[in-house]
């Protein structure tokens, strides 16, 4: 099965880390996506911009509009994700536990719906 791994932090917190804090952070991150890639499991993931760079486009009875920023309002933001293969939603789990998120963030396991194709 394939699950995405969603990643969520609140962005304020991060800008009160020091360089050395945040080069330490980013170090164990390096450190967990390796440990995932070579463990063959991970398929995908990647890290994104602050929300502030993020525009919404909805479709409303036939109009289109582009806002800016998310679409809504949370205390935690979307900050990245993992896709990896894992026999079971407990495997899957046990990989988020193991992630470097800092103190009062959160990551939500949820797994991918798969499609028969033809």
Do not use: C
């Amino acid at each position: 099965m394939r699950f995405a791994l969603l990643i969520y932090s609140t962005e304020a917190d991060r800008q009160k880390f020091s360089e050395q804090e945040v080069q330490e952070n980013m170090g164990a991150w390096f450190t967990y996506t390796n440990d995932l890639q070579q463990s063959g499991k991970m398929l995908a993931g990647d890290a994104l911009m602050p929300v502030s760079t993020a525009h919404t486009v909805r479709i409303q009875n036939g109009e289109t509009t582009v806002t800016d920023g998310p679409f809504a309002e949370t205390k935690e933001q979307f900050g990245g994700f993992y896709i990896l293969e894992a026999d079971s939603w407990e495997e899957a789990a046990e990989s988020a536990k193991k992630m470097p998120i800092a103190e009062g963030g959160s990551v939500e396991v949820r797994p991918l719906m798969e499609f028969e194709q033809g």
